[in-house]
């Protein structure tokens, strides 16, 4: 006879406490969810179209700070990963861009002073 405080073991049989959901003995999971209800399957993975040569063009013009930032603001969040990425490289772009400038600016500048003597 069971027990009000024990119920039996789905899996082996043998009476355990109530407030359990997985049989100390056999392992098996009762009947209660002990983690809430059972994951539902998910449907088919979400297909994304290539970005192709588009991203190239993206990256070019992103050694522009401002279009870089600006991308980078828009497709950050973007559920594609591929766009994630591309919104990633254009901004480490754009920074690229700044330096570039900063250096070349500087050369220019130099250069200048040069040919000014």
Known sequence: MVDQQTRM????GRQIPIEYNVCPHCGRPQNQAPYGPAPQPYGQP????PMGALKYLLYLLSLSFIIGLIIFLIWNNDPN?????????CLLLAFVGIVLNIVCWGAIAMAGLMFAW
Do not use: F, S, W
């Open 9 to 12: 073991c789905t899996g082996c």
């Open 46 to 49: 979400q297909q994304y179209e």
């Open 81 to 89: 990963p591929e766009k994630r990425h591309v919104a990633k490289n």
